[in-house]
């Protein structure tokens, strides 16, 4: 793994993203709640252990050593002193304190294995008993070597014994629990041992009672050979089961156990059954020990109480009050705290409750998200332990994401990068994580540097460090986290590319090491897939347990129903549901087609990209990143991602290219400058366009790119050499037959629109490219009064009207002239960028037909209207702005043409005063009204001609001095 980022020298500017956290509760409110309350009681227990112990050692042996009973007080007191004295040095190590006195974990479930370990001890404890040892001997065997095997078999035997042996254990230890239990029956084995000591002991066990057994071991081994890998078994059992046979074998192992234990007490006379029941009892609850808390806690109020009520008469009252006092202190400090420890303990049993809650109502999923609550409980308990009782603690799953991706733990690096992922897909969290992660530089570098763990171990954590950045990114300045995009940049080569080499160029070694690393790489993702698939199976397994417990639940209901208590039944159904809906664990998010690092790379630099241009000019410096992500525009056969995941980056490079080439300013003709110069960009482009298998959605991107890269001179004309890239644009534009109503095909003909639109202006090759399509002019004549389409529409036949009018025939002349009526009514009604549109055409209509212009005016009434709207148009915008900069521009050239062609317009003109208005504009000139359009800072497409020339020949045609 690689090294942990450090990078506390770097500071990481994050724009705001959104409005900050909201009033909204944090979901682990509840469970911080219930740990502070543990928290309290335990510590308040630990209190009262430090002064009993304080007390024992100054006053009751450094005071009165000599008057204390040797019998009892002397001993409870150093017995106390030793106990607590173990505690406080264990409490130095979290180690040692979480296996001996720690709260969490002092009781754990049972479960199967638990039972089957508490038989085998009954079970052996029962043999030695008919051998006749003491039974001081056997208590001592028994919890000892209880309380070895449930910490030892959890934590150093897995690191002591293979897997193979630690399943082979787990397999076949309920057989031998049986087989075990079977012969501490059998009373001929120890016949002799029991004459010889009670010969009056004789009990002959019945057909019965050993056919018992025998239905348990047949039922044992059957479960646990349907549990073995063989192919013929698992068939027949799986037909009969299905998938639920892991639930099943469970189930059947833990009645066996329970039964065999039953069997063992029901088959000793009267008088030791009892014994026998509590040593089973006391079996059962050290397997539920999961350390010596509880044993300590129940030592410490038994010896107290003994204390507090002696009821041996044969050592002497002490004389002393001041001692009697002392003892009545110590022993009810004593009380105290052991009371404290259980109720700790029994309210920390609980803990599942708020526990699972935080899973549902966190939204985490599968058993990885039960395993992160788990974790996250044990972090607020550490936390809340440490510091003073009253001391402020910011304890929150923000802060236990961030302190576990800053671990240096794989484990807790895993569990903290998912964690974070987590709350970025819910608005509440996001909020608070990013402000979470502004104030953590440390994070955000360690975040980013994961980018680059390359080990096959830490797959997962790089994959999901990648879905983070990739949320980060919207907000993320990366000018100051030297290495950002290079990290980013090289997520892309991880789809396993095979590159063929030059036979004039490359050597025959360095071909074997192509091949080499293709193969490893490729190993590599089979063992991700692999292990991808075992979760999911593991999974699958979790959900059949809960449909198994769905089961047992249909099968209660029917026998419920053949009683016929119709209101028990439906009172326990509902409880049943309650249950089985709190129990509930929400399903996992699967990984998806998209969830692979180059799609997620590319996801990071869009983002990047659209949150400043100082990352768009760090995009710029990376080494072969455009050409990495021009790579991904084609389908590739050299590569190991499957046909999905190459739909989907060849979506996502798309994506990449439509901002970069979108970006304003120098940065952004750098950008354009960039991509447009890769010499198969275009190729790629024609390709996408002319597939029938291509989306209306890749056919828009492709669209885009190339009404954005037409923005530059130099790639408009490039673009325009290559035919047939105009005339799929036409196609996409004109192609009827496919248009519906979605969305996506109307935005595609309007977007290939855009693209022409940009292509003709100031072109006049491809504006006579586009002019043979046949009914060309008719189509935009229609798309005229549409409403998504007018001003495309209208600019295209501006451009051509402005660069090919000598190519136009009489019959497109004709469909120009009908669409005069819709411009005109237009006109008097819009504003801003689309009046400039419209002015524009008009006046090139004006200047290609004004006959027919004219006669339209005067026909419908509206020539003072209009006149009196270009004049106030020139009136209104004398600050021209880069969303309409040459609105004065087309006003101007419309004047000019009508007066051009009939003098008496100027009266009209003059009568609204555009005089005045020429007068402002002459004074009030901009450079920017040279410009057809802006991207950022940077006007594009420089008009020839000068406003000024267009005032001076405006106000020569009014007759202006």
Known sequence: MADGGGGGEHVVQMMAGGSGP????????WLNRFVRAVVLIERVGNALGTLAFTWATVVLLGGYAKDLHSGDDFIFATIIIFLEAARMFSRNNRIDYQVFFNTRGAFRPLGWNGLTLAACFCAVLKIMWEMRLRMIILMIILFGFGRLLSEVSSRGLKLLICNRMRRAASVWSPLVAIVLLALSTDESLFKDYSMMIYPQKKKDYSMIERAMFLVLLVAVLVATISSLHFTR???????????????WCQGIISLCMVAALGMLVYMLKDYDRFRMIIIEVCAVAIMSFGNLQIPAAVVRVVLALIGLMPVDDSDPPYDDENLKASLRIFYWMVLGQGILYAVACMLEFFSFIPRRSLVRCGGFGGQ???????????YALEKCMQGGVLAPKKISLSNF????????????????IRMMHSFLQREPTKAQLLSKLTASTKTVVRIIKMLDWTCPKDAAIRLYAAKVTAELAKNLRVVTIPGTIQLVSALLDSDSTLQRGNPLLDTDDEQEERQELSMNTEDNQEVKHHSMRNAADNQGKRQDRHQDTDNLLETQIRSTQQVGIDEQKSCILRCW???QEFRSIPKEQQLTDHDFLPALAMEI???LAGSGQDNCVEIRKAADLISKIIGFTSYRRDIMNTEAQQSILLKSSLKV????????????IILRYEISRHPFLLRNLIEILGDNKSSQELRKLVAANLRNLAVDERARQEIGHVQLIITRLVQAFLNTEEITSVNADRFL????????AMLTMQSVQNCLVILQEPEFMMELKIMIHDKMYVYVAASLLRNLCMHARSELRESELKELSHTLREVLERILDVDGAELEILIGLSSQICKVIPEDFTRELDAGQIKQRFAKRLVDTLKANMKPSAHCPGIRRVVLEQVIHLMEYNSRYADCFNAFGVTDALSMVEQTPSKAENYRLFLGDEGFMEYSMPLSDLVARAKELMGCD
């Open 233 to 247: 078994i698992r068939k027949l059992v799986d037909s009969v089961l299905g998938n639920k046979l892991e639930f």
């Open 749 to 756: 003909r309007k977007v290939a629109g855009q693209a022409l």
């Open 368 to 378: 990885r998200g039960v395993e992160s609550v788990n974790m996250y409980y044990a």
């Open 22 to 29: 909201g009033k909204v509760a944090a979901p682990e409110k």
């Open 401 to 416: 994401a961030t302190d576990y991706v800053n671990s240096d733990i794989s484990k807790n690096q895993l569990h903290g």
């Open 657 to 668: 290219l439509q901002r970069l080439t979108s970006i304003g300013g120098k940065i952004g």
């Open 577 to 579: 549901q309650w249950i």
């Open 605 to 607: 630099i869009d983002s």
